[in-house]
C-alpha cells in the first residue's frame, strides 16, 4: 500500500481524492492511505497565524516556518522514511517517468505551498524535491498535489478496471493516444474507420500504432525526438506522412 501525507492549510480538497471515481475506488480496495496534517493545527498565536507579512516589503503573505515545519515533522512520524515532495511553479516538470518512480514508493509527503510561498528556510530544511505541474501559476498547490496523486493512483496495480488500460495509453511509451469510437457505426454521416469493424487483430493493432504515431508527429515532435523508433514504427509513421501529405495536396 502508498502511504502519502499531504501538509496543506485546505484538508477538505482532497475529499475530492478520497471521494469520486478511481482514486476513491484504489482507497477502499487499500491501495493507497492518504493523511492529511495542517500547519494551523501547529499555529501558536491567538488568531492561529500560519502566515506572515514578506521580510523587504511587497505584497502577499509567507508561509510562516513554525508551523509549517511543525505540520511536516508530524507528517513524518506518521510516515518514517518518507521524503518531501513541495508541489511549487519553481520545481522540476513532472513528466510521466517522474509519476512512475514515485508511484512505485512505499510512501511520501506533499507539501502544498499556499499563497506567494513558503519561507525559503523551511525548503533549505525540510524539503528533498520540487516539483511543477507545468508552466502556469495555481492559487496554491493543493490541486498540483491532488494532479500528482491522480496520476499516481491509477497506476498502482489493482487500480484500474481493466488491468491493461494504464500500459497500452498515451505516454505510457511516449507516444500520444490513437483515436477511439464506440456505437453507434455511423452518426452524422461519420463512420467508424473501417479497419475497426474488420474483426482483424493484427490490422487494428497497426492502425492504432500508426495514429499513435502521426498524431504525435502531428501534434507533439519533441517527443518523437525523445523516443527511438522500432523498424515497423518508422515503416507505419512514413506511411502516416504519405497519407497525410497526399491529403493536403
Ligand atoms: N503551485 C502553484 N502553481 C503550481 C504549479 N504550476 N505546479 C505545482 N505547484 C504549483
Same mark, same amino acid.
Given at each position: ?81 518518507? =521524503?518531501?515532495? *513541495?508541489?511549487?511553479?519553481? !520545481? %522540476? ?10 508511484? $512505485?514508493?512505499?510512501?511520501l509527503v506533499l507539501l502544498a505551498g499556499r499563497y506567494e510561498g513558503l519561507d ?11 516539483w511543477s505541474i507545468g508552466d502556469y501559476v495555481l492559487s496554491g498547490g493543493e ?62 493493432? =497497426?492502425?492504432? *500504432?500508426?495514429?499513435?504515431? !502521426? %498524431? ?10 525523445? $523516443? ?5 514504427e518508422t515503416g507505419l509513421l512514413e506511411e502516416f506522412i504519405k497519407e497525410h ?5
Amino acid at each position: 500500500m502508498l502511504r502519502v501525507g499531504v501538509v496543506t492549510l485546505f484538508p477538505e480538497m482532497f475529499d475530492l481524492y478520497s471521494d469520486w471515481g478511481i482514486s476513491a475506488r484504489a482507497v477502499d480496495r487499500k491501495l493507497v492511505h492518504l493523511s492529511v496534517f495542517n500547519p494551523r493545527d501547529h499555529a501558536r498565536d491567538t488568531h492561529r497565524s500560519v502566515d506572515d507579512r514578506p521580510y523587504g516589503g511587497g505584497p502577499g503573505m509567507v508561509m510562516m516556518f513554525e508551523p509549517v515545519r511543525a505540520s511536516i515533522r508530524e507528517a513524518r512520524q506518521a510516515l518514517p522514511g518518507a =521524503r518531501v515532495h *513541495l508541489l511549487t511553479p519553481q !520545481g %522540476r516538470r513532472l513528466a510521466q517517468a517522474d509519476i512512475q518512480s514515485l508511484a $512505485r514508493l512505499e510512501s511520501l509527503v506533499l507539501l502544498a505551498g499556499r499563497y506567494e510561498g513558503l519561507d525559503e528556510r523551511l525548503i533549505e530544511a525540510e524539503v528533498d524535491e520540487e516539483w511543477s505541474i507545468g508552466d502556469y501559476v495555481l492559487s496554491g498547490g493543493e490541486l498540483a498535489c491532488l494532479v500528482l496523486l491522480d496520476a499516481m493512483t491509477r497506476l498502482l496495480p489493482g487500480a484500474l478496471g481493466d488491468g491493461e488500460s494504464a500500459q497500452a495509453e498515451s505516454f505510457m511509451d511516449g507516444l500520444l493516444d490513437y483515436p477511439h469510437y464506440t456505437r453507434p457505426e455511423t452518426v452524422d454521416g461519420r463512420r467508424v474507420p473501417e479497419v475497426l469493424l474488420s474483426g482483424n487483430h493484427g490490422a487494428i493493432r =497497426r492502425w492504432r *500504432l500508426k495514429q499513435a504515431l !502521426g %498524431r504525435t508527429w502531428q501534434r507533439r515532435p519533441d517527443l518523437l525526438e525523445q $523516443r527511438p523508433l522500432s523498424a515497423e514504427e518508422t515503416g507505419l509513421l512514413e506511411e502516416f506522412i504519405k497519407e497525410h501529405t497526399a491529403a493536403q495536396s
